[in-house]
């Protein structure tokens, strides 16, 4: 699996401008991507970021990430046997590969090997029953033996029973928080045994304490990673269910496992169920889904780092009008360019300066709004 893909590795230069300009303010994995395409490298980008956010509108100076800082969170990284894995490289993760806002850059600890397996994911709740965590650790351990990794979020009930699970075959964690803050502190020892075959992934800095805000972009990175998500045990409103949701958006399969009526830990499934959610009681059942997906061919991102696709900038008169067609109710793109009389291209440009000035909001299904 993934050895056939297109991929290039990136020098040490560039990791260095891969890290800076992801670590930048305003930039996220979204419009590091838009960047990359209309700088045509991460280094033209640096440069020319402070002029993006003039015209965006930005009074201040924008923060940027330094050279310095890059090189020491490299040097850190690797002192902890962390390695910073590229959107474009053979180790990247293939079906995270795929999604709008994949991270540009991975802190992975364990098997770089792990990262390659076609993967489950299996998410829950965090005060799972007694019967929860052990269906988890069942589920996992039968996929395990199947050939798949398990993916999970390294939090407290159905997340630790699928990686203790999938221990010996291999299971992922991807994390909210840096490789020096594991969350919930109490799985410091789960986190060293993913390590033998499996990995710890995040996207966060080294010393990132997590917050409230990190764990539904940790639950993209689940889904992200897998062909499919089996949740187990979910309340009406809960992190699993915005995974579930997320796997939708990214066109993985939603499994469920139905629990009694009675139960609200179980009110989040059985709704899955009733929105068409495959049924889930053994692994076979998602082995039966996952399979035929496995033979299909995708499209990847193979982009040379280094290829610039030099953008003609709008004129302020189109600049104007793009801005005075946005308030704070979200439009779309193509809306934008009807309205404007503007090139797609242009409409781009102007939104992603906005973006790095902090003052463009990113809605879902592509949809923006000033901030």
Sequence with gaps: MGHDRPAFALTDEQRIDWLRLIRSQNVGPSTFRKLLSHCGSARAALDRLPEFARRGGRAGALRICTQADAEREIKAAAAMGVSLVALSEQAYPMRLQMIDDAPPLIAVRGQLSALTMPMVAIVGARNASAAGVKFAERI?????????????GLARGVDAGAHRGSLKTGTIAAMAGGHRHIYPPEHGALAEAILP??????????????????????????????????????????????????????????????????????EGTNGLLKQGATLVTEGADVIEVLEPI?????????????????QPEPASEERTRIVGLLGPTPVGLDDLVRLSGCSPAAVRTVLLELELAGRLERHGGGLVSLA
């Design 140 to 152: 996992a351990r039968e996929l395990g033996e199947a050939g798949f990794g398990i993916a999970s």
């Design 197 to 266: 075959a499996g990995a710890l992934i995040t996207e966060a800095p080294l010393d990132w304490e997590p917050r409230a805000r990190d764990f539904p972009r940790r639950n993209r990175l689940i889904s992200g990673l897998s062909l499919g998500v089996v949740v187990i045990e979910a309340a009406k409103r809960s992190g699993s269910l915005i995974t579930a949701r997320m796997a939708l958006e990214q066109g993985r399969e939603v499994f469920a496992v139905p629990g009694s009526p009675l139960d609200p830990r179980c």
């Design 294 to 310: 496995l033979g299909r061919p995708m499209n990847l991102f193979a982009e040379e780092p280094e290829a610039p696709s030099p």
